[in-house]
């Protein structure tokens, strides 16, 4: 679930929650939950990048190491606007 509009949005199902509150999001799955934290959208990181999608130019952030430790980080971004996703290694 991303910001959009004072609310998260889930993507693939369109469900909206309030940000003033915390949630617990089930998934798919009976034993995996996904806690969305109580945060001021403010404080979620940005950066300037185009989508390949929509070519808006603000896009949410997060870096995760998912190759070996000698390899570089990958970084995963959420357009602000079409809520698409993409990575970049």
């Known amino acids: 679930m991303f910001p959009n509009g004072g609310k998260y949005v889930c ?3 369109g469900e909206e929650k309030e940000i003033g ?3 617990v999001i ?3 799955s009976n034993d995996k939950e996904m806690t969305v934290i109580k945060e ?3 404080t979620l990181p940005k950066t300037r ?3 390949p999608l929509c ?3 603000e896009a949410y952030f997060v870096i995760r190491q998912t190759r070996a430790a000698d390899e570089p ?3 995963i971004y959420r357009c602000c606007k079409c809520n698409h996703s ?4």
Not at 86 to 89: F, G, I, N, S
């Open 86 to 89: 993409w990575r970049e290694y």
């Open 11 to 13: 993507s693939s199902c």
């Open 26 to 28: 089930v998934t798919g």
């Open 40 to 42: 001021d959208v403010a």
């Open 73 to 75: 980080e990958t970084r």
């Open 49 to 51: 990048i185009a989508c």
């Open 55 to 57: 070519a808006h130019t």
């Open 21 to 23: 509150a915390s949630h």
